[in-house]
């Protein structure tokens, strides 16, 4: 828990106002554009799974989902959009009352601003892409957390897995699983959790984009002289291939 006073604490309070959340309760965040490969879906039925098996946090937890539009024209997103309305609505009539929602859907456009406030004030941050490249995603959420605190709860099937391993790994077609990693990452001892978010943040900060930039420059390198490799000998054409 952040001390009372402290800047944390301090914005803590502000970002629960403005939800209209009271002041002990988890919270868990997603967010991304509302796209079929995102596992928006997935998550809301991974939490109506966890909620089943450990109805104790009913009260204890909201799902804060930031769902940008995306592509609305379309027929697919449109409907799309519905169910997850759909499935929004019936998660909060189960579990819900009066006074509590168990998820929260803003479906519009945060600026990075207002979604690094809620990252920073978040439990846990949840990425169940069901496909997807590396997902700046979850590197945002870690290079948010310079109070070295937070779970990331992130799929296998996103390519920013492959190097942040302390993150608590899932498959988010596997909705019992989804509901267990929550808990997990819900009840993780505090230590833990500073542990594993310090590797994490160090692993953001080495990785970065000038690193990156090198990496692509090396392999670009690496392809030309396998498609074109060095020779020596007249004899010898571009390709190859003896000269007739």
């Given at each position: 828990?952040?001390?009372?006073?402290?800047?944390?604490?301090?914005?803590?309070?502000?970002?629960?106002?403005?939800?209209?959340?009271?002041?002990?309760?988890?919270?868990?965040?997603?967010?991304?554009?509302?796209?079929?490969?995102?596992?928006?879906?997935d998550?809301?039925?991974?939490?109506?799974?966890?909620?089943?098996?450990?109805?104790?946090?009913?009260?204890?937890?909201?799902?804060?989902?930031?769902?940008?539009?995306?592509?609305?024209?379309?027929?697919?997103?449109?409907?799309?959009?519905?169910?997850?309305?759909?499935?929004?609505?019936?998660?909060?009539?189960?579990?819900?009352d009066?006074?509590?929602?168990?998820?929260?859907?803003?479906?519009?456009?945060?600026?990075?601003?207002?979604?690094?406030?809620?990252?920073?004030?978040?439990?846990?941050?949840?990425?169940?892409?069901?496909?997807?490249?590396?997902?700046?995603?979850?590197?945002?959420?870690?290079?948010?957390?310079?109070?070295?605190d937070?779970?990331?709860?992130?799929?296998?099937?996103?390519?920013?897995?492959?190097?942040?391993?302390?993150?608590?790994?899932?498959?988010?077609?596997?909705?019992?699983?989804?509901?267990?990693?929550?808990?997990?990452?819900?009840t993780?001892?505090?230590?833990?959790?500073?542990?594993?978010?310090?590797?994490?943040?160090?692993?953001?900060?080495?990785?970065n984009?000038?690193?990156?930039?090198?990496?692509?420059?090396?392999?670009?390198?690496?392809?030309?002289?396998?498609?074109?490799?060095?020779?020596?000998?007249?004899?010898?054409?571009?390709?190859?291939?003896?000269?007739?």
């Open positions: 828990p952040h001390e009372s006073g402290s800047p944390q604490a301090g914005l803590r309070k502000r970002v629960f106002s403005e939800l209209g959340l009271p002041e002990q309760i988890k919270v868990a965040v997603g967010v991304e554009r509302l796209d079929h490969t995102k596992g928006i879906l998550r809301f039925r991974a939490l109506d799974e966890f909620f089943h098996q450990h109805s104790n946090w009913i009260g204890r937890l909201v799902f804060v989902q930031v769902a940008a539009p995306s592509r609305s024209s379309l027929d697919a997103y449109g409907e799309l959009y519905k169910e997850c309305l759909r499935l929004v609505a019936e998660i909060n009539e189960r579990y819900g009066d006074d509590y929602s168990p998820i929260i859907l803003i479906d519009e456009h945060r600026d990075r601003e207002q979604l690094n406030d809620l990252y920073k004030v978040a439990d846990i941050c949840v990425v169940s892409s069901l496909h997807d490249g590396m997902n700046l995603v979850a590197k945002e959420f870690i290079a948010a957390r310079d109070d070295e937070g779970v990331l709860v992130l799929s296998t099937f996103a390519g920013a897995s492959r190097e942040l391993s302390d993150a608590v790994l899932v498959n988010p077609f596997d909705t019992s699983g989804m509901g267990e990693a929550f808990y997990t990452a819900l993780m001892a505090p230590e833990e959790r500073h542990t594993r978010m310090r590797r994490l943040r160090d692993i953001v900060r080495r990785n984009v000038f690193k990156w930039a090198g990496s692509m420059l090396l392999d670009a390198v690496r392809v030309r002289e396998n498609v074109y490799p060095a020779t020596t000998g007249a004899g010898v054409a571009r390709h190859g291939t003896p000269v007739q």
